[in-house]
C-alpha cells in the first residue's frame, strides 16, 4: 500500500528492491505446509527459517534515505 501510494520511482521502492524476503516467505510457507503431513519437523524448521529471517534488520530503507 505505502509503495503503491509513493509510486515505483519513490526512493522507498528504489530501497526495497527485489525485496528477496518478501518474495521467499511465502514461498516456504507453501513447500512447509504439505510437508508438514509427511515431515512435521521439516515444515517446523521452515516455519522457523522465515522467522529468523525477519529478524534479521534490514538496513536497506536507512541507507536510501540517509543518501537523499
Same mark, same amino acid.
Given at each position: 500500500?505505502?509503495? *503503491?501510494?509513493?509510486?515505483?520511482? !519513490?526512493?522507498?521502492?528504489?530501497?526495497?528492491?527485489?525485496?528477496?524476503?518478501?518474495?521467499? !516467505?511465502?514461498?516456504?510457507?507453501?513447500? *512447509?505446509?504439505?510437508?508438514?503431513?509427511?515431515?512435521?519437523?521439516? *515444515?517446523g524448521g521452515l516455519y522457523v527459517l522465515v522467522a529468523l529471517i525477519w529478524l534479521i534488520p534490514d538496513r536497506r530503507i536507512e541507507?536510501?534515505?540517509?543518501?537523499?
Amino acid at each position: 500500500a505505502i509503495l *503503491a501510494r509513493h509510486g515505483q520511482d !519513490s526512493l522507498l521502492a528504489k530501497a526495497l528492491g527485489s525485496d528477496f524476503k518478501g518474495k521467499m !516467505s511465502p514461498i516456504v510457507y507453501l513447500v *512447509a505446509i504439505p510437508l508438514a503431513f509427511v515431515y512435521p519437523a521439516i *515444515a517446523g524448521g521452515l516455519y522457523v527459517l522465515v522467522a529468523l529471517i525477519w529478524l534479521i534488520p534490514d538496513r536497506r530503507i536507512e541507507r536510501v534515505l540517509g543518501q537523499g
